[in-house]
């Protein structure tokens, strides 16, 4: 007699932003972190993305810190998927926003660079050959400024002066970790570098909890 085969179940799949827009937000289909999201999105757009926190979050949402934490790892990474999430969801209302819009323009980057092969294949490419080609070397000159400018203009003046040394420090990383690393650039990433220009490390420490 045969023995049965077993069907082996594929492991769970931790649903994404875009799963959380599909599906909507009914708590009873989506489960307790998408109503997270929801109401951490709901902070953001109110009040900023000082105001998301792990301890507002929770609380806002009636659950547990630990709760939230079982779903982001980071502040950084519930920061970053907030930041998507509205970004998907109410984009006139996340573009109103200093951290929308640099996070726009940090996701439009990483999109060129990891989904489009012939971006980030372009942009490696231009590096690699600017040193003895005039016309390459124009042609990344032309591109950092182009960076550069939308950088300007999606920070606040009154807030930073958008150098060459701010571009390299919020730039960086995305470009390290897709040149560089051959590795996806993440909404946690993502989310660490608007927080880094929109709320400065000093205040994270002494104004917001985790």
């Not at 931790?14 to 998408?34: E, F, M, P, T, Y």
């Not at 006139?92 to 940090?106: I, K, M, P, S």
Request: contains cysteine; proline residues 6%.
């Amino acid at each position: 007699m045969s023995t049965p085969s077993r069907t082996t179940q594929p492991a769970a799949r931790r649903l994404s932003v875009n799963d959380v827009i599909a599906v909507g937000l009914d708590r009873r289909r989506v489960g307790k972190r998408q109503h997270i999201l929801a109401v951490a999105c709901d902070l953001l757009l109110r009040e900023g993305p000082g105001a998301v926190t792990v301890t507002t979050t929770a609380q806002r949402a009636d659950v547990s810190p630990p709760t939230v934490r079982k779903h982001w790892q980071s502040r950084e990474d519930l920061v970053g998927d907030t930041l998507d999430y509205a970004r998907i969801t109410d984009p006139r209302g996340a573009g109103a926003t200093e951290a929308g819009r640099l996070f726009e323009f940090l996701d439009r980057l990483r999109r060129q660079l990891q989904d489009t092969p012939i971006g980030g294949a372009s942009l490696a490419e231009l590096v690699g050959r600017a040193p003895r080609n005039t016309i390459s070397a124009d042609n990344l000159l032309n591109y950092a400024t182009a960076q550069r400018r939308a950088l300007d203009e999606a920070i606040s003046p009154q807030r930073l002066v958008v150098d060459d040394m701010v571009v390299a420090r919020i730039l960086g990383p995305i470009v390290f970790q897709v040149l560089v690393m051959r590795a996806e650039a993440s909404n946690a990433l993502l989310g660490r570098l608007v927080l880094e220009v929109v709320e400065p490390e000093g205040n994270r420490r002494s104004r917001r909890p985790l």
